[in-house]
């Protein structure tokens, strides 16, 4: 017969094993939660890893379609970013050269109108309100020897209605635009900045017209490309899964 103090030993090992093989367990189902927390955080960074090279390499790719239609004579500068997407130019270069525009309006300048005069735009009006943004293009121009192309530099214009947007002296003389390309005023300006090219431009437009807006991923461009679009019962809206979204309403 065991005396009471073996007795209450094994009973306090037996505690004391009970406890430990209960810690052990708790351990183990918050090792395997944990575990199976971090393989889906690893798969859901996996997948989104995957996802952004596989969109650098789409806009690689567009650059690399695109540079060899246009035979520069200097360096193409940095698209993306406040510039135009490759997608984008490689869509814009594609519509120039299929409809060969006699005159293109352009909202906004830069890259984008150094494509179009390489793809074969023979007369360009671009307005900007940016004097920086403005005298840069023209630089631009100048150094890859390209004539025919318009940079109207004027300061936005507050309307009676409360929005600024281009003034009426940057419009003299245009009509018949066969291609608009829609990237300004910047978004940053005042809601719906870009709204007022439909009030202004779309009589302006030509029978046949081709309108593109960047940025078309954005809700205030995707109003106003359905808004030109029902004003164009003859042409139809498509949307372009481009890095910033590119909405094209053309000629059926």
């Known amino acids: 017969m065991r005396n009471p103090l073996e007795a209450a030993g094994l009973v306090l090992s037996l505690i004391l094993l009970i406890y430990i093989l209960a810690m052990q367990r708790k351990m183990a189902i918050r090792i395997n939660s944990l575990s199976k927390q971090m393989s889906k955080e690893i798969k859901g960074q996996g997948a989104a890893i995957k996802g952004e090279l596989g969109h650098h390499y789409h806009q690689v790719e567009a650059l690399e379609q695109l540079l060899p239609t246009l035979k520069l004579s200097a360096t ?34 830069g890259v984008s109108t150094l494509v179009s005069a390489k793809s074969g735009a023979k007369r360009i009006i671009s307005l900007d309100h940016s004097i920086e943004f403005g005298e840069a293009t023209r ?38 635009i066969d291609l608009l390309v829609i990237d300004g005023p910047p978004s940053s300006i005042n809601p719906d900045a870009r709204y007022p090219a439909i009030e202004h431009l779309l009589p302006l437009l030509s029978k046949r017209a081709t ?5 078309a991923d954005r809700e205030d461009e995707k109003k106003l ?10 042409h139809k809206l498509t949307f372009l899964r481009h890095e910033k979204g590119t909405a094209v309403i053309s000629p059926r």
């Open 225 to 234: 490309a359905a808004a030109f679009a029902a004003a164009m019962p003859n």
């Open 211 to 215: 309108v593109v807006l960047d940025d």
């Open 76 to 109: 193409l500068p940095p698209s993306r970013g406040w510039a135009a997407s490759p997608d984008f130019l490689l869509t814009l270069s594609s519509i120039v050269r299929k409809s060969k525009p006699k005159l293109v309006v352009e909202l906004g300048s």
């Open 139 to 176: 630089e631009m121009l100048k150094e890859h020897k390209v004539t025919g192309v318009q940079i109207r530099i004027n300061e936005l214009l507050t309307y009676p209605a409360g929005y600024k947007w281009y003034s009426p002296e940057a419009l003299i003389g245009i009509k018949n």
